[in-house]
Every structure is written in structure tokens, then in C-alpha cells.
């Protein structure tokens, strides 16, 4: 059983910065991408960052030049450095990883549970 574990939300002053952490555990073959989503209330879901397995990364439009996603790949664990916040920043934060259980099993997507970030003064 795979299981995805965020850490690293909670509450924050306008300005001040959040590190958010997911691991990937359980018998795992090979993770390919991993990537934060957010989704505020009332709102869609939202691609924030995204890496690949070999370290080429994306950003929402929004967060670029604030936020850097990372990786660890000996730990299986994706990363999200989060400076500058705002307060539009606040949303429920999950990530994201595309996997597979065996060498020739298919990539499949796992979500973690999510973790609140709130930027308020």
C-alpha cells in the first residue's frame, strides 16, 4: 500500500514563508513526476509546481520567482519552499505523485491527504 504524507502547513503572517514536505512510502518500484496542487475555497483545483524525476521543474504563473519545488529522490520525498506569502496563497495544499509498483506495472497517480496553508495577519 502506497501512502503520500504532507507535512508543513499552518498558519502564517503576509510575507513570511512555509516549507511543505510529502513522502512517498510503501512498495514503491519508481516515482516519475511530483507536483504540489492547492485548492482555495469555492475554487478549482490548481497545479501550483511540478518536478520531474530527472529534476526539470514548472510553475504556476502565480507562484514563480516565490515558491521552489524539490526533490529527494533517495527519500521519496517532494518539497515546496514557500516565500512571499499572500494571503490569495490560502488554499488546502496536496501533492501529487505519478508511480509504479513493479518494474513493468503501469504509472499510476497517488494523492496525499492534504495540509492547510493560511496566510492571515
Known amino acids: 500500500q502506497v501512502q503520500l504524507v504532507e507535512s508543513g502547513g499552518g498558519l502564517v503572517q503576509p510575507g513570511g514563508s512555509l516549507r511543505l514536505s510529502c513522502a512517498a512510502s510503501g512498495s514503491i518500484f519508481s516515482i516519475n513526476a511530483m507536483a504540489w496542487y492547492r485548492q482555495a475555497p469555492g475554487k478549482q483545483r490548481e497545479l501550483v509546481a511540478a518536478?520531474?524525476?530527472?529534476?526539470?521543474?514548472t510553475y504556476a504563473v502565480s507562484v514563480k520567482g516565490r515558491f521552489t519545488i524539490s526533490r529527494d529522490n533517495a527519500k521519496n520525498t517532494v518539497y515546496l519552499q514557500m516565500n512571499s506569502l499572500k494571503p490569495e496563497d490560502t488554499a488546502v495544499y496536496s501533492c501529487?505523485?505519478?508511480?509504479?509498483?513493479?518494474?513493468?506495472?503501469?504509472?499510476?497517480?497517488?494523492w496525499g491527504q492534504g495540509t492547510q496553508v493560511t496566510v492571515s495577519s
Open positions: 518536478i520531474s524525476s530527472g529534476g526539470t521543474t
Open positions: 501529487n505523485a505519478v508511480l509504479r509498483l513493479t518494474s513493468s506495472g503501469p504509472w499510476w497517480p497517488y
